[in-house]
């Protein structure tokens, strides 16, 4: 039997405002589940999103009330069954709630994994790879700033790929502001750009243009989210490589883009995809379609990353690496022992579920429901 199904709000101040087109985050709301069965397991999945409703179309609250009201009363009833079974009667009765089916699928995965005495990676298919590159995001709205915190994490081997959030300023601005962290830290340190779809297609052929003249290597969501027409032109027009990712809601959406030649790099996120076996299928999509693969992520917590590191682990070629930094952005830690992050690259726990032990008094110190 299920024995509870608890979800939970734990808001943590972030380290510096993290600054996107989309919002501007001063703290990260963790949305939380813990399941616990009457034979002793405990499962934990995380539905973390960015900005209140202001990057996608569930909210931490809705998320909690959706879950608490029509996921666990469903739920409870299919104890017995598999978990390919439980998440097609999931499917069958609650449409969309991406984020929600995932950090129900999370949990429900670590105490299966638990129980076979697995890492969460081993009942995805199994790992290629005990540690991921992480890169890190540059996103204090202020260039100097940004040099400064780029040659840190360089200096501390943490990272030395960096992304920085563009998009809300003119494109002109934005230009010139990448420009100079490119410059200042050289030709070997990958520079790449997300415009988290703030550039109309005009705006970001001359973004584009410009950037890839300058060295950048990648451009992430330059235009609106159902604008695939515009997508598939850039990605046909340029040579620097061009990422989908809001764009990218599940293996239906990532089918479509691929088979229009709408970006030559997916960033496959656990929640977007809507589980972490859809993001497996993501993964398969894009590896058969000759796509790349980044490992995204919605600035979740330690739970949330892991779990996503677990998925990232199976895929064939990460040849954009993974920004599964999320943790690194808040103040406060969660987790008894935090999640490793050594020589640019995050190490994935090797014991079974998904290999973490969460530090429950802080959670009930920090949560706010
Ligand atoms: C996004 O759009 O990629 C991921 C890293 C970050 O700083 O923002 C997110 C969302
Ligand atoms: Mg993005």
């Known amino acids: 039997m299920y024995k509870t199904i608890e979800t939970m709000l734990v808001e943590i101040p972030t380290i510096r405002p993290h600054k996107m087109a989309v919002a501007t985050m001063q703290t990260q ?22 900005g209140g409703l202001g990057y996608g179309e569930e909210s931490p609250e809705s998320i909690k009330t959706n879950i608490d009201t029509y996921f666990s009363p469903l739920l409870k009833s299919l104890y017995g069954l598999n978990i390919a079974q439980i998440m097609q009667t999931i499917k069958k009765n609650i449409n969309g709630n991406r984020f929600a089916k995932c950090a129900i699928q999370t949990a429900l995965l670590d105490i ?45 081997k943490r990272h030395n790929i960096f992304k920085l959030k563009i998009g809300s300023r003119s494109v ?6 990448v420009l100079a962290i490119k410059k200042a830290l ?19 052929i001359k973004g584009i243009q410009a950037l890839q003249d300058g060295g950048i290597d990648l451009i992430e969501q330059p235009c609106a989210i159902d604008n695939i027409d ?6 046909r027009k340029f040579d620097i490589a061009i990422m989908a990712d809001e764009s990218l809601m599940g293996p239906n959406t990532a ?4 088979k229009r030649n709408a970006a030559s790099v997916f960033a496959v996120k656990v929640a977007q995809s809507g589980g972490l076996i859809e993001s497996c299928e993501v993964g398969k999509i894009a590896q058969l379609a000759g796509i790349n693969l980044y490992g995204g992520t919605m600035l979740e ?29 808040l103040t406060e830690e969660i987790l008894k022992t935090p999640l490793q992050y050594q020589n640019f690259e995050l190490q994935i726990p090797q014991s079974a579920g998904l290999g973490i032990e969460l530090d429950e008094n802080k959670i009930d110190h920090l949560r706010h429901q």
Do not use: C
């Open 29 to 50: 709301t963790l949305v939380l589940v813990k399941i616990t069965t009457n034979d002793g397991f405990t499962g934990w999945g995380e539905a973390t999103t960015i």
């Open 301 to 329: 917590g330690p739970v949330g990353t892991i779990a996503s590191a677990h998925v990232f682990s199976t895929f064939d070629n990460l040849a954009y690496g993974t920004e599964l930094f999320g943790p690194l952005l």
């Open 186 to 204: 050289g030709k070997d340190i990958s520079i790449r750009v997300d415009v988290n779809r703030a550039w109309s297609e005009l705006e970001a």
């Open 172 to 177: 002109e601005a934005d230009v010139e502001h």
């Open 255 to 258: 089918f479509q883009l691929a």
């Open 230 to 235: 515009a997508m598939q032109r850039l990605t």
């Open 112 to 156: 299966h994994a638990q129980r076979l005495a697995l890492p969460l990676s081993e009942i995805l298919g199994g790992r290629l790879r005990d540690s991921i590159p992480v890169l890190w995001v540059l996103a204090s709205g202020d260039t100097e700033k940004d040099i400064a915190e780029a040659q840190k994490m360089i200096e501390a």
